[in-house]
């Protein structure tokens, strides 16, 4: 075929395209909803802004100036109504995930995150979720002390440099060994080497940056991720580092099923790592629970379980050094805590929960910051539905921001946009149940984040040893503006530069 016949034929195509997407929208019954012009014809609008890592900030400004539903995509509804999230997340609710998900599995497979089988799913999640019960969870609280122990130590050698510290990179460190040490029985080594070990992070970065813009186009996932699998196999970079120690790892566990781990291998407390709880599972029921599902319950560990934390950790150290008040209140409960003897060195998850200001300050900071930036999609079902008072034809996909959601005046007040841990302390019974049902940084309904008890018990326990033993300050050429972010679906601070010392009258224990 000559030149000018493809161009021809491309030109056609784009064409014939563009009319159908004119057609369509002419004939919508959701025509009139307003948004960006170019969202009306084509995603590209949507992936252009999830590939700047500012469609958070976007969507705000979309329904601040549009209102409660906004168009950000030809079949694509942001809906900033919050009484929208009992209608689409509610208990029973039959929206299903969106076609985004698809993207995060290999063609023809899924995990818990991407399965958009609400039934499978449901079925699926009973087989893990008692390894992430709170209950189950504070079993390793001796783990997570010898990774703090571990931060502790990095941050003290590091702040005789005077130089500042990129915290969020050392946040990230922190999540990785404790998520690894919770989910393998042992710690990946980044608190001990202080940098990306076998490019894992890197790795984790690219695919979840790649999956967030390929979801929007799942035609296009469906031919390219089988290419990049046969041109990239799973053997090299970050990502087969990953996939080469999980595999190590329950092989080990394979072999001694029942044998429990303990710190740095010594004599103190010893539990199960989920690897092996999730090996029984298998053996129990290997037709159901297949040595597949072990894997990708690990690796979803991995991927989410890191990020996620690190952020919401940065956020909270952000915000408190943002407004030096509250971290001197902060600090006051603390050390009042301590002096009493009612915080240990390492304090216990049990002791962080009478830490109500810590509590205030862990909230409000993942209300202001929530890790997930991209609206959570769901699918009209069979029937349509009638949300924010417009009826959706089945079939159209319908999103919650949580960044949305979050910032509601009519929720949180007309300071929404302001960090107030007292919000969550001083509110009146009925705010304070109104806020407690709109805050939800890690999803709602059947389908929120299922490491989330893993999440708070890793911030628990940290930020008082951080608060109590260190002093933190933003560099002068920094400290008077806002921090940069970048991310697809995961909103990371670009840089997160704190000058940090070991504090100097710290209250003893």
Not at 15 to 22: G, I, K, N, R
Not at 36 to 63: C, E, I, M, Y
Not at 352 to 363: D, N, R, W
Request: aromatic share 10%.
């Amino acid at each position: 075929m000559s030149s000018p016949t493809i161009v021809t034929a491309l030109v056609g195509l784009c064409s014939a395209v563009a009319v159908a997407s004119l057609v369509e929208d002419l004939l919508s019954p959701l025509r009139s909803v307003r948004g960006p012009w170019l969202a009306r014809f084509s995603s590209a609008w949507f992936a252009f802004k999830t590939w700047q890592g500012s469609f958070h900030n976007v969507n705000l400004d979309l329904h601040r100036q549009y209102g409660q539903i906004v168009r950000y995509g030809p079949n694509r509804y942001s809906i900033g109504d919050v009484e929208a999230v009992k209608t689409i997340f509610g208990l029973g609710s039959k929206f299903p995930k969106s076609t985004w998900y698809i993207a995060w599995s290999d063609p023809g497979e899924h995990n818990t995150f991407s399965d958009r089988s609400m039934k499978r799913h449901a079925q699926e999640r009973k087989w893990v979720q008692a390894s992430y019960a709170m209950s189950s969870l504070v079993h390793y609280e001796a783990f997570v002390d010898n990774c703090i122990n571990l931060l502790k130590e990095r941050l003290q050698e590091i702040s005789s440099s005077s130089k500042p510290v990129e915290m969020c990179h050392w946040f990230r460190c922190y999540a990785f060994d404790v998520i690894a040490v919770i989910t393998y029985g042992k710690r990946l080594g980044f608190l001990d080497r202080g940098e990306d070990v076998g490019s894992m992070m890197a790795a984790i970065d690219g695919v979840i940056d790649y999956n967030s813009i390929t979801g929007i186009f799942p035609t296009m996932n469906r031919l390219v991720a089988p290419l990049i699998k046969l041109l990239s196999p799973g053997a090299g970079g970050g990502r087969g580092s990953l996939t080469k120690f999980t595999k190590a790892r329950t092989l080990e566990a394979s072999a001694n099923p029942e044998e429990p781990m303990s710190v740095d291998g010594g004599d103190g407390p010893q539990a199960l790592p989920q690897l092996s709880k999730f090996l029984a599972k298998h053996a129990a029921d290997p037709d159901n629970f297949t040595s597949d599902h072990v894997d990708q319950q690990c690796l979803v560990n991995i991927a989410a379980g890191s990020d996620t934390t690190s952020i919401s950790l940065s956020a909270t150290l952000y915000y408190l050094l943002k407004r030096p008040a509250a971290m001197a209140k902060l600090r006051a409960e603390i050390d009042d805590a301590t002096a009493r003897g009612e915080l240990d060195e390492n304090p216990t998850f049990k002791q962080s929960l009478k830490l109500p200001y810590l509590q205030a300050v862990i909230k409000e900071a993942l209300r202001m910051h929530p890790a997930t930036g991209l609206p959570i999609e769901r699918e009209v079902p069979e029937g349509g539905a009638t949300i924010a008072g417009r009826y959706f034809p089945q079939g159209t996909i319908v999103a919650v921001s949580l960044w949305v959601v979050h910032r509601d005046r009519s929720v949180f007040g007309e300071d929404a946009d302001e960090f107030k841990p007292e919000r969550w302390l001083e509110s009146d019974a009925e705010t304070m149940s109104l806020m407690n049902r709109f805050w939800m940084p890690f999803g709602t309904g059947s389908r929120s984040c299922i490491g989330k008890n893993i999440a708070m018990l890793e911030m628990s326990k940290l930020m008082p040893v951080l608060v109590r033993d260190f002093d933190f300050s933003l560099p002068e050429d920094s400290s008077a503006k806002e921090w940069d972010t970048q991310g697809c679906i995961f909103i990371r601070p670009a840089s997160f530069d704190v000058l940090v010392q070991p504090r100097r009258k710290k209250v003893e224990i």
